[in-house]
Every structure is written in C-alpha cells, then in structure tokens.
C-alpha cells in the first residue's frame, strides 16, 4: 500500500511538462545560426589572424597562417599603456556617469512619481542625444573646448587652466566625453530599478530609527544594485573599447590614445591585422575577467 | 529617544486637535484623542474612514494639517519619524527583500546601537516561532510567516508605542486567533501601549481594552468593546459593530425610567437612561439577540417590547445559532438570532411569528431619523470597494 501511494506520487512530481519538442528547436534555429554565422564564425577567424605570421618578402598586409604566439607578447609590450588608459579612463568615465546619472535616476523614478508629464519629459530629455549621431554630438564638444572658446578664455582668465593649457586633447577631455556618451546608458537602467522602488520600505525604514542617510544605504542603493550594475557594465564594457573620444580628430590626442585607437589604426591603417586582432583577443579576455569578477562581487545573480 | 534603551513601559498618546487634508478631501477632521499607558486601543472602521491616517500620523510618516501629536507628554508633532519612541506593524509588511528574516528584525536594534542585536532578533523570532527561519529571505515565507516576522521586528523594538496597522489581515483564522491572544499576552507582559488599526470587529472587540469606531474622519463612539456593543449610541456603531434592529418613531409619552416610542402604530418602550434623545422623532433598537422569537402573540407583561405577528422571510442556519429575518408588516424585517438549544431551527419560512424583548435591552440613538438609514451605506462590500479603491488611488496620488 504504501509503496503503491510512492509509486503513484514520485513520476507524477518528476515528469513535469518535459515534453521535447521539434517545435522549440525550429524556434531557436534562426538564433543559434546568427550566433554562428556572426559571431563564433568571426570570432574564430579573429583568433586564427592573431596567429599569423608575415609573409616572407611580402608586401603590407601580406600575412600566411602559423601559429605565432609571440604576436601576443610584442603587442603586451609594446601596447600595454594603452591598455592601462583604456581601463583608466573607462573606470574614470563609469564613475563619473553613476555619480551624475543615479540622483537624476533618483529624481525620475522617485522624486516625480507624483508627476508622471515631468517624468515623460525628463526621459525623453535623457534619451533625447541619440536622436543626433554621436559624432556630431563629439565634436560639437570638441568645438565647444576647443581653444578660443569663451569656456577656456573664461578658465584661463580665473587661473583654473594654465596660460598654454589646452581643453582638447587632454585626459580630461576625453574622460568627459566618454562619461558624456554614456550618461544614458547608466541613467536609464538605474531608472528602471528606481521606478520600481518601493518607497513603504523607506517609510519602515524610517520607522525603525534609520536617518534619511541610513535608509539610503541600507535599503534603497541595495535595492536598486541591478540597476547599478546594468548600468556600469553598459557603460564600461563600450567605454572601455572606444575609439572615438580618445582620437585625436574627436576629443583626444597622441598622449590619449586607448586600446581602441590603436586597434583602429592597427587595422586600417598599418594594415598590421595579427597584432590589431591580438589586441582584440586581450581586450575581449580581459574585460571578460573584469565583468566576472565584478558580477560576482556584486551578488547579482542572487538580485536578479 | 531613539537612544539606546529599551522603553520601560508603554507612553501615553494624546492627539489634540488633529486635522488631516489631502488635495480634494478630508481624511481626519478635529480629532481628539487620549490612549493611556499600557492600554491596548483599537481603531475600528471601514476603510477611508482615516484609521490608517491616523496611524500614519502617529507614526510620522504624514504631517497634521493641524493639530498636536504627543507621545508621553512630549509633543512629537514636529519630530521625525525615526526620531520617535513609536514602531509600526505594516499591513503590508514592508520587509525588506534584501536582508534575510533575522536582519529585517535585527534593523531597528542595529540603528540604536542596541547590544547583541542578534541575540535579541533570535529571542524576538522566537516569540513568533520563526526561528528556524531565521536565514530565510522574506519572500520566501508564506503571507502568514511574513506578518509574523513584520510583527516580530517591531516588538523586539520594545517600543513605547507599539502602531499596529491591520496586522492579522492576511492570516487563516485559526493562526489569527492564535495570533490574537499572543498578541494580548506580549502586551500585557511588556505592558507597552498598542494602537490597533483594524476593520474586524470581532478582533477589535477580543483584543482591545478600549474601542474607538471612526466614520468619516471622526470618532464616533469610544469605549470598554462591550459598553459599545450593549449601548451604541448612533446608528453607524449600532449596525458597524455587530448587527441591530432599528426603528424610528415618535416619543409619546415619558414616564419614570422610560420613554415610549410609537413605531408604526406599536408602543415600545426604551429606557431613559439609554436612549440618548427623549423626546420627538428618535431611532431606538435592539440587538438580534436579544429578541425571543414565539408563534403565539405572547401576554403583554410590564417591561416587555412585543412586535408582531410576523412572518419568517428567511432562516439561515449557522452551527451555534440560527438567524431568521422575520417580515412584521409596517415595520420592517427584524432580524433575530437564536441559540440552537434544540436540532435545527425552530421555525420555519412562512411561520407566524411574534417578537419581544426586555424594555432593558433596547437603546436609543443620538441621530435624526432621517438622517439615521436602517443600514449604514458605508459598511457594505460594494462601499467598502469603493472605499479601497479611492485609498489606493490616493496612495499612487502621494507616493
């Protein structure tokens, strides 16, 4: 009797709806088969450049497969400032971008819940530079700094910026323009977790003796860490690759080149494609790195 | 005060005078009140009555249009929320999804610098018997578990004044009367002062040693729950809390301890010193239960009410009494309940039937007539939706 009633219960718990169908595999076809075409295909060939070797007497861009590891190391070498700027300026720019985007998050998802116009207004506000293309958007920047300009005169005149100094071409042009371009990205994903922001928890914050302060960082940043980390890894993931800001026709300068710049030239101009796919190869491990590390430090998994 | 001791013994709330607007209504309207030490107060209402305001307001989380706060004989009115000696048990509970149990109930100890917070939230846990739940996450316990978790982290507060906003609403009935009386007994063992907010009758009554009902923003009659269930005194306590039979009338005649009121051509008397108005058209009743249902006219004795005949309408059978609704032409259908001393109703629809009771049990209500409908509108589902609705809707409004 009592095994007949385990005999009845266990498949029936077990064999939930598990019914393997055609059907989900036709679905997912034209998915998996983009993925392959565009992106294992690519990324394959990426890594079969970064392996080969010159051609013997060759002319430039000539390049037979092999397997030269030491490609890597001569790009380590000789790039690795590069690669220290990138992250620099890409951790730089995050920070700035979460620092201006999260009390403008705040104010959208919160502060104007009880004016639901102002808040529709100030999303399109946010969302609004894309509707211009974000080269034109840089160098109007550029423009903008550059060194006849009334900002600069005006800096030089209170003695912030030195006689000779330059707005342009500086780290601090570029980390600007950077933080600048990716202001959305961080604003919006923070907006989504704050619009969700259930403020009875303040208020029971509140009412077991947390300060306004207390209740922030116990509850609400807490609360909104999914949107925090969408929000830096969307921003530090591009940031971390451009190559836009940091040239030296946009915002930046020779001393300001990033990981980026020197892929671009790399590959376009040098025409050296081991050593630009290389330095893609790195870029891409060493980002993987980050964000794992990150992600998992952050305890997303568990918020998500 | 929210220093680093625990409250000694409950404080006493005083509200003088308070006034609550919002944009487009009023939810409280020149409220005075006093709960003293050690007592536990129920707030009885329908919702949008302004009960839940009220608790807000004593909590701080809103500011009085007008009007004092004091807790303890200190005014508090201007004194935020985490400043004051005051915990609330949320009717949603608002734990806080990203700490387990034993951290939600931990906050408050955490944020006075309490020693051994986590002991304490352990003992409180206890208390509740959650304390092998302590690791969890409060959305993974059941509606039932995550109130007693909500109450837990406001009683290891040990506050001078404990809010308790509808805290039983999402139990079964046997875990909530469970919760009743450990409720009654934390109470009456710390000695703090509760304020309940509820729209359960039956709860309000079991818990408190006070009940005030509040309708519309004011307090309509306040007392020992069975003063307010013997003698209510306007037709919205009479029919809110429990059920009455209502008749209105004019008074005929007053002689010595009663009044006699003409209800459709039926004398019926009320004592004096229960009814709250002795002459002209008043509104009298008397409680179902206190009616004795007969099929014969029964002899008419000094200090007896007689109504009838009448015919049953309607018997609806509920294990420790039965309910019958009884039609008596020019009055109305009275409503009587009677034990089931024997098996089964004693009558049945279409019966004639005669009514009486003792002159003692009738009372007479302050309200005009007309003024005073035989069912109060506000207490019924379709105006307690309503009511929800336009509280929520208000809620969006101000979050």
Redesign the interface.
Known sequence: MAFAAFGSQGPAVEQAPRKRSWIAWVLLAPGLAYLALFFLTPFISLILTSLQAPVDFGDVGQFQPAFKIENYATVVSQYWPHFLRAFGYAIAATFFALIISYPLAYFIGVTARKWPLLQALMLTLVIAPFFISFLLRTLAWKQLMSDDTPLVQALKALTILPQDGHLTGTAFSVIFGLTYNFIPFMTLPIYTTLERLDTRYLEAGSDLYATPATTFWKITLPLSLPGIVSGTLLTFIPASGDFINASSSFLGSASTQMVGNVIETSFLELLNYPAAAALSVILMAIILVIVGVYVKRAGTEELL | M?DRTFAEAGADLELVGIHKRFPGFTAIEDLDLVIPAGSFFALLGPSGCGKTTTLRLV???EQPTAGRILIGGKDVTNV????RP???V?Q?Y?????MTVLENVA??LR??RIDNPLVKAHEALRLVELDHLASRRPQQLSGGQQQRVALA?AIV?RPALLLLDEPLGALDLKLRRQMQSELKTIQDEVGLTFLHVTHDQEEAMTMADTVAVMNKGEIEQMGAPEELYELPKTAFVANFLGQSNLFTGKVTSSSGNSIVVDVAGVKIEVPKDRAQRHTGDVTIGVRPEKLMLTTEAPKPTPGRNVLGPGRVMDVSFSGVSTQYLIAIPGIGPVSVFAQNMVFGPVVHEGAEVWVSWTVDHGFGLVDEPEAAPRFAPDADTAAIATQTRKDLLTEI???
């Open positions: 929210a909590a701080g989380l935020k929320s985490f400043k005051v915990n609330t949320f949603s608002a734990l806080f999804p990203h906050f408050g944020r006075r982290r507060n409004e101000e979050a």
